[in-house]
């Protein structure tokens, strides 16, 4: 077992990336930014993603608590998702509307990720 604080340290790192990321490549995408399809700014965040992905199945290894049973987790993941399909339509959609509208869900989603992970709850208005 990976130590639980290190994987944790791990987790939450790469949701700071992750969001910081986001803003940055949403920025250059309003500014139409040339920068915006290089390589390593295409790729970079995919190995954040995953690592986010990795980190968080290791954490709910630790604790004994998977996706599909424990309905908080099920919940994240399946926002996770959601989060990278509204990001790439976000930065690659056809049009401004269209990508706009995916910038908000895609931070929609991510703050429901936040609050989900901090009270343990798939409904945390609840
Ligand atoms: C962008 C996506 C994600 C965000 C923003 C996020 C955010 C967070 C945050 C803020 C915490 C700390 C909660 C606390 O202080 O108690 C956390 C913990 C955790 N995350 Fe994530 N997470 C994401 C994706 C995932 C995924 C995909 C999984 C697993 C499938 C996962 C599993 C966990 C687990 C099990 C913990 C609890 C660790 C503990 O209480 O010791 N996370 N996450």
Redesign the pocket.
Known sequence: MID?QL??LV??S??VL??TGFTIRATLMLARSPLLRRRWVRTVPHLV?SL??F???G??Y??H???GTTPW?TA??V??VL?VIFGAIALRGRRLPQRLTALVLAYTT?AY??S???S?NPMPWH
Do not use: R
């Open positions: 639980h994987l944790k987790h939450l790469c949701v992750s969001i993603d986010l992905f980190s968080g199945l954490l709910a630790n604790l608590q998977y996706p987790l994240k993941l926002a996770l989060y991510f990720m936040v989900v992970a901090l343990k």
